[in-house]
């Protein structure tokens, strides 16, 4: 059977925004940064970066507000979800987004 599952390995951009909701449940909104490196027909090494928004709710938005921060390399597993939103002139805006349920920290014990 096939599922909606994504797994990526990338930098945090920001430091987790994190909301508590009025039912209690905790909400972490970030940014991770995936990079591909490729040589041109020139031959220079070059390196392409695609940003990912990532929402983490409950425990793993806690472990999230207690973990993370700016610069940590991370994997993370979710699934990919589409949303949208009408802004303050009316205008139709689609967000991509992956609900991550599980965060693997990557950066080495004792490096900043």
Known sequence: MLR???QLIGNL???PEVK???N???LAKMSLATNEYYTDSKGEKITKTQ???VVAWGKTAEIAEKFLEKGKEVAIKGKLTYRSYDDKDGNKKFITE???DEILFLDK???N
């Open 24 to 26: 209690g449940n905790k």
């Open 4 to 6: 909606n599952q994504v």
């Open 109 to 111: 014990a004792g490096k």
């Open 98 to 100: 992956i609900v991550t």
């Open 13 to 15: 951009g920001m430091n």
């Open 51 to 53: 940003w990912h928004n």
């Open 20 to 22: 508590q909701m009025e």
